[in-house]
């Protein structure tokens, strides 16, 4: 993707100025929307000599910013060490959550150098334009300067994801946007971090109408069994292990999703395979701007070598993927060139009548199923251990919205075809004991109604807190495939199937 940078003068707005006196809560006293967001981005500070050297409240005009004192519990939550020789500043991006609001990511702490160059790195901000209005001819975007005139920005925008245009740019900035014929589609003001597409995203791929999806389902499992076969190294004992963001990571993260949550396309699934049920339902998309990206992988890379126990380099960051209601994912594993080592990181989540876990299989084809809430993270082998949610997601508008980020070893070009370094954790292969179902509690359910939930007690501790109830452990792709179709919401049992395979029937928790 392309990327300009526009310069940051300066935009006086009326009737902005400094907070008259300090605030002490964060969470009571700066000023949230309806969902608990930020409602505008905020410069705090410490009101102090030093401060007044840098002269902080000289940028209080400044369109789309408070500029707010901070004392007390405000600012021990956000300067964690008091300094009298430092102008402590910061600045707070909107759309964080409430409870998130102390939690910034370092480089939006003023540094002690020169002040206006490091506020306006906090006034600068990433944003992507996308063409879905004309799949013939290219849209195009013009800045609009200070004096209200039109400077052409972005000549030509041509159709699809691939084309995306990004481009460094500061909050207040005006853009607008135009087709060929230079007819306006869309007015465009800068205020946060942004992804938007113009136009009506197309569906994400196109069958025929009797296109039979199951055999490309079945054919698909033959070929990730064989896949995941094919990784001998492995880095952890089960595969996995589940985790939690930093929350300054999870804020920044929060914030972007929460900011772009009405800038939902279609994810494109064109020659992508059946991996997501997206001929059943929607899958939506959010791009991350590519500098976003880097900070985000930086700060997950080091969660990811100290489980790993390897020194790894970024590869891959995809998403944000957002699910709705029936959304399938399909058990695969992914490129083992570059998916070495992984995090699934749950961004968001709502409206979910059901549980809805992820599935890894263990180095023995165990499977576990984690439960995961905003903010959590599963760390996981994604290039040999498979993984899945092959349960519908269930709840009417139900959402869940992911971040996967990829890294490989960099000790070793073809990593996948070696044996374990030493010092490697020993996969758990047979395990001691049994392992038998416990009620957990209770859970009320969409339809008001109360039950138990089950959960896994195994004899073995090794196997972790989160073997699946089921006690399901494939032994080659039909076993895969059997999971597949007991899992769909169409799924009726028959006596010529229970018969034939039925893998609850077969697969006992003693097999553990």
Known sequence: ?????????????????????????????????????????????????????????????????????????????????????????????????????????????????????????????????MNYHDRERPIKSYWVNFEGGQQPHQPEILYGERNTKCFTSFVGHKFVIKDADDNLIQEFKVEFNAVIGFGTSPPSDVRDPDYVFENEVKSTLHNEWKRHNRVTRTFSPLGFKKGRLPPDVFASMGAFYYNNRNNLVREEWKHKGVFVNWWETDVKFVQIPWSLKEIWQKRLLTLVEAWAGVPVEQ??????????????????????????????????????????????????DRMHEVLMEPGDIVYYESAKCLHARNRPMKGDNAYYVNLFTHYKPVDGKEWWHESNHEGTPEPVG???????????????????????????????PRLGSFVSPTFFQA??????????????????????MNQSHNIFQETSHEEL
């Open 315 to 364: 590869t891959v960051i995809y998403g944000l993927r957002h699910y709705t209601s029936g959304a399938r994912l399909l058990s695969h594993v992914d490129r083992h060139e570059t998916h070495a080592v992984s995090l699934i990181v749950n961004v968001a989540q709502g409206i979910l009548t059901e549980p809805w876990p992820v599935e890894v299989q263990d180095h023995e």
């Open 1 to 129: 993707a392309l990327c300009i940078v526009l310069f940051a003068s300066m935009m006086l707005v009326p009737n902005m100025a400094a907070h008259a006196s300090p605030i002490t809560s964060l969470s009571r006293d700066l000023t949230y929307d309806e969902n608990n967001r930020l409602a505008e981005h905020a410069l705090v500070f410490v009101d102090s000599p030093a401060c007044e050297k840098v002269d902080i409240a000289a940028p209080a005009m400044i369109a789309g910013f408070n500029i707010i004192s901070v004392d007390g519990a405000a600012r021990n939550e956000i300067f964690r060490e008091e300094d009298t020789e430092l102008c402590q500043a910061s600045c707070i991006e909107r759309g964080v959550e409430r409870s998130l609001a102390g939690s910034i990511l370092e480089h939006k702490y003023y540094d002690g150098q020169d002040f206006d160059r490091w506020f306006n790195a906090c006034r600068k901000v990433e944003v992507c334009f």
């Open 430 to 460: 047979a395990v001691d004991g049994s392992c038998k179902l416990v009620r957990k509690g209770t859970s009320s359910f969409g339809d008001g109604g109360l039950g138990f939930v089950s959960g896994v007690e195994c004899d073995d």
């Open 475 to 496: 032994k080659g792709p039909e076993d895969m495939i059997q999971w597949w179709k007991q899992t769909s919401p169409d799924y009726k049992p028959n006596e010529e």
